[in-house]
């Protein structure tokens, strides 16, 4: 074979095997049908900034203290100390409420590289309702009825928020996490008093007193959460509600009264307002959908 065949031979040799490896090559890296493709599916995270609202239903409770009410002579005696015509005690049941409440949510979750969640969230909103109780009472000079007073108290909700850390364990697109943190409310409790000198046949209308000071508190709970895909969760929480209320003094004497100030200085409420929540909410999560990448 003379040096002109073989060069030529084994051009067309080379060649022949380029277009075998090309036409390889191209069925290796040659898509599949949809049927058989296999794919990589991203596992759903819960990492990321959320928003969304909440409706639920809150049970409230703030308990009156037991007072007494004073009706004072207008002397003193031979010690100098004051006389009165008699006491009457009232108080010391609790104004219990059912309530609607509602309200936003908003926070971040950073799931770990397993399947622990941590997080911070922020809740804003508002608690209804009002209930409220009338205690009656008198005193006496012997076996005569001096006075004859009422003494009126109401709660009604207001709005309220919460700090708190998240800390959940997430199986797949379910969450389940405990919670808690600060929490404030601004309620709007309200007294009035009044009386009726059954002497003098005198009435008398006393102070009227609205609180309506910022409390603040904790709070702590728990919830489920699922997430319907990459974007949307819905939710189920409970949470309790511990706010210190320790500023609703009410220093009261009517004009005819001359009993001190400090004799009917009633604490109307005790230091403690709970309230104990059950909510549905919804979340938007700000994150890209998963990515479903075809295995070459």
């Given at each position: ?42 596992p759903p ?144 409790l309200k007294i ?105």
């Amino acid at each position: 074979m003379t040096l002109t065949k073989f060069a030529l031979a084994s051009t067309v040799a080379l060649g022949t095997l380029a277009i075998a490896a090309q036409a390889n090559a191209a069925d290796i890296y040659a898509p599949t049908s949809m049927k058989d493709a296999p794919i990589i599916v991203v596992p759903p995270t819960w990492t990321g900034f959320y928003f969304g609202g909440h409706l639920g239903a809150a049970w409230s409770q703030i308990d009156t203290r037991k007072n007494t009410y004073y009706d004072g002579y207008e002397y003193y005696d031979d010690d100098d100390n004051f006389l009165y015509y008699g006491a009457s005690p009232f108080g010391g049941k609790n104004l219990n409420d059912q309530n609607a409440f509602g309200g936003g949510q908003f926070g971040y979750n950073w799931q770990t590289g397993g399947n622990f969640v941590l997080g911070i969230e922020v809740d804003v909103g508002g608690l209804g309702g009002e209930n409220e109780k009338t205690f009656f009472g008198n005193t006496f000079d012997g076996d005569f009825i001096q006075d004859v007073f009422a003494v009126r108290v109401k709660s009604e909700g207001g709005f309220y928020g919460d700090v708190t850390g998240r800390l959940g364990y997430a199986w797949g697109n379910t969450l389940l996490y405990a919670k808690g943190g600060f929490a404030w409310i601004q309620p709007e409790l309200k007294i009035q008093v009044a009386a009726y000198d059954n002497y003098s046949g005198e009435s008398f209308e006393g102070s009227r007193k609205t609180y309506d000071d910022t409390l603040t508190g904790w709070t702590v709970g728990g919830g489920l959460e699922f997430m319907l895909n990459p974007n949307w969760t819905v939710k189920v929480e409970y949470l309790h509600y511990n706010f210190e209320l320790d500023n609703n003094n009410l220093n009261w004497a009517w004009e005819k009264t001359y009993a001190p100030e400090t004799a009917n200085n009633w604490k109307l409420f005790k230091d403690d307002l709970t309230v104990d929540t059950v909510k549905l909410g919804v979340n938007y999560k700000l994150s890209q959908a998963p990515v479903y990448a075809p295995l070459k």
